[in-house]
């Protein structure tokens, strides 16, 4: 394994600021996001300060719409347990993907950069990887962006509890829809090959036409179905290069 690259605290600031710099168009989506969850709470059973700590301890936008609406309608612990961690899975996805390139850092920063891993993070993180080998990359980056997005989900949420009540009619004018644009971005810049467009294509198409399913589960088997797409096809577009390197051995040596 591959010790942690150690950075200068200057360089480690940068790359700091970095992550922070480059998440913000993400924090401009989850504003509105962040104020109509703060809103759905103020007409909730839920007190305010309920509202807030939902954000500063689960920190996972869809999870909390969820949950809210099911504590609304009186669902059981059970129910709503279940139905965000189907919601939620998602990140086993996106932690699989990023592992290869922190596998690398102490424990500690595994952790807490795990702790803070939501959907647009991911995005900003991930494209910052790929332009380096696997190991070379220090949390910096990673933290600054987790950090600002946190931050900017607390600030949201807080104005929204404080002053949703005064516009009750706040859902009805559309922000939500800026989460949704941000998702677009997200995963247009992802579609890079054949493969990752069918499997957006397979996941998003059924994901709409199973939405009617009880908990969410038509959205975990939309996914897991565009994880099949992707993979089947990953292995159809790579048989052709095992082949070639089972005819030519010294390849293998190389």
């Keep these: 394994m591959k010790a942690t690259p150690v950075q200068p605290s200057g360089a480690a ?21 962040g104020v109509i969850f703060g809103t759905l709470v103020t007409a909730s059973p839920l007190s305010l300060w309920h509202g807030q700590f939902m954000s500063l301890a689960v920190f996972a936008g869809s999870a909390q719409f969820i949950a809210v609406g099911l504590i609304a309608s009186q669902a059981s612990f059970a129910v709503i347990w279940a139905t965000t961690l189907v919601v939620n899975l998602r990140h086993v996805l996106y932690s699989a993907t990023l592992a290869p390139y922190v596998a690398h850092l ?18 900003v993180a991930y494209a910052h990887y790929q332009k380096r080998p696997p190991g070379e990359t220090g949390p910096h980056y990673f933290f600054g962006s987790c950090l600002s997005m946190y931050l900017n989900w607390q600030m949201w949420t ?14 009805s004018l559309g922000l939500d829809f800026a989460m949704v644009a941000t998702f677009i ?6 579609l890079v090959a054949l493969r990752f467009v069918a499997a957006a294509l397979a996941s998003g198409v059924l994901s709409f036409a199973w939405q009617g399913w009880p908990y969410k589960l038509g959205l975990l088997a939309a996914v897991l179905v565009g994880v099949v797409v992707g993979m089947v096809l990953t292995l159809i577009e790579n048989r052709p290069q ?4 089972l005819k030519n051995p010294k390849e293998r040596t190389q």
């Design 242 to 245: 095992a082949k070639n390197r």
């Design 106 to 123: 102490p424990r500690r920063w595994r952790w807490t950069l795990a702790g803070f891993l939501t959907d647009e993070v991911f995005a």
């Design 13 to 33: 600031l940068r790359e700091f600021a970095a992550g922070a710099r480059d998440t913000i168009p993400m924090m401009v989506g989850a504003a509105p996001f």
């Design 158 to 171: 807080l104005i929204g509890l404080l002053f949703g009540a005064a516009f009750p009619g706040l859902k």
């Design 185 to 190: 971005a997200i995963i247009v810049p992802q």
